[in-house]
């Protein structure tokens, strides 16, 4: 099957599968709608990044974390007015302020989004004082760290303490007079064994665990105050 990609930076010649294999769904019209059979899971799923400031998804390398992200959560947290801006911590020593600017003007372009930047003198006071918009609609952004165990595997301690306290604040404290900033974090490891002790999991936080049942996909949420 063949078809024309939506996302950015991709050849427009590029071949679609039904099932992609290795790589995951990526963020495209096309690949939104081969993915199925996650209904339930992609409505929970969005409902808790609406409810909470903080999402924790977790499981297995391949389990299907990001194809469920891009092709399934992504599509459904635009229509209710919400930018999900996809965030790595895969560049080693880079300052949480560049790491964090890279990711909004990179999601920006890719969604065509016109926004106001914010102080640079942190993530809170970068949020508290920017605007998103496209066209007449006023967005709100959501942070997605997908692959977070990187911040482990990759970040020295002084910079994963650095996203850390960044990270915490925004949780903490949210964005005053404004609706709440969410963030949603894709992690491989369990957060009761590595993302709770760093630090990350500050305030009302939900957690999901992807795991596999008879060859099909559950999720299993958990809150934790």
Request: glycine share 12%.
């Amino acid at each position: 099957m063949n078809g024309v990609t939506q996302e950015h930076g991709k050849n427009e010649n590029q071949q679609f599968d039904r099932y992609p294999g290795a790589r995951s769904f990526g963020d495209n019209e096309i690949d939104a709608a081969l993915f199925f059979g996650r209904k339930a899971e992609i409505a929970d799923f969005v409902y808790g990044v609406d409810s909470s400031r903080l999402v924790v998804l977790f499981g297995k390398s391949g389990l299907g974390k990001t194809s469920l992200l891009q092709a399934g959560v992504y599509p459904r947290l635009r229509e209710n007015g919400l930018l999900p801006i996809k965030v790595r911590v895969n560049k080693s020593g880079l300052e949480p302020m560049l790491l964090l600017t890279e990711a909004i003007d990179l999601a920006s372009e890719q969604q065509e989004i016109d926004f106001t930047p914010g102080e640079k003198t942190g993530w809170w006071e970068f949020f508290n004082t920017c605007t998103f918009w496209r066209g007449e609609q006023s967005l709100t952004p959501v942070l997605v760290f997908d692959q977070f165990e990187e911040i482990f595997t990759l970040q020295k301690p002084m910079h994963r303490r650095l996203i850390a306290e960044e990270l915490g604040q925004l949780v903490g404290e949210g964005i005053p007079n404004r609706r709440p900033l969410n963030t949603l974090i894709s992690d491989e490891f369990d957060p009761g064994d590595v993302g709770c002790s760093s630090g990350l999991a500050v305030g009302l936080a939900i957690f999901w665990n992807l795991g596999s049942l008879r060859g099909e996909f559950r999720l299993s949420g958990r809150t934790s105050g």
